[in-house]
């Protein structure tokens, strides 16, 4: 199988053309994780497929929770990132804690925040589920304020159920 990304440059001025966006990833991303189980693969590919496609961004990545204490970091694109997390802390750590997507308009606002790269300036992270239980997040950054909101956080988490039905 051969697979190539869109050389769409996608729009997100609207909800209407960030919902296009995101069915064209759901897409894209169906096809490129047909039949591969292998996680790391996977989440390795989803970092790339996000990162290169959605416009806006300076870092997309996985953080696991392999103890019920401590994120760890995951495939990732982007510059260098913090490697551990403490459940609870920064916007990563409080989704595990929720159990549920958090979208920051303004980093320096959120009380906590981890500042991995100091450019990024809005967040949005989303659990991961496997078998029920948060196994991680994905955390998306980017160096504009305002960049995410619940049309991007309702995309991504469409896009983390693809990801997780590779997982069974």
């Known amino acids: 199988m051969t697979f190539n990304l869109a050389d769409t440059a996608y729009r997100t001025d609207s ?3 960030k919902e296009t966006m995101y069915a064209d990833l759901r897409s894209q991303l169906t096809g490129l994780l047909h039949g591969e ?33 401590e994120l760890v970091l995951g495939p990732f694109q982007g510059k260098p990132a913090c490697i551990r997390i403490k459940r609870g802390r920064g916007v990563c750590g409080s989704t595990v804690e929720k159990g549920e997507s958090i979208v920051v308009p303004d980093v320096h606002a959120f009380p906590g925040h981890i500042a991995c790269d100091v450019n990024s ?15 991680g997040v994905f955390d998306l950054d980017s160096p ?25």
């Open 15 to 17: 909800p209407e053309a």
């Open 37 to 69: 189980t292998d996680w790391i693969a996977n989440t390795a590919n989803f970092s790339s497929l996000v990162f290169n496609t959605m416009p806006h961004l300076n870092w997309a990545g996985f953080y696991f929770l392999p103890t019920p204490d």
């Open 121 to 135: 300036r809005s967040e949005l992270v989303v659990p991961v589920f496997v078998a029920g239980a948060v196994a």
């Open 144 to 168: 504009l304020p305002n960049r995410f909101d619940d049309v991007d956080a309702r995309g991504i988490e469409s896009l983390v159920k693809i990801l997780e039905a590779t997982r069974g």
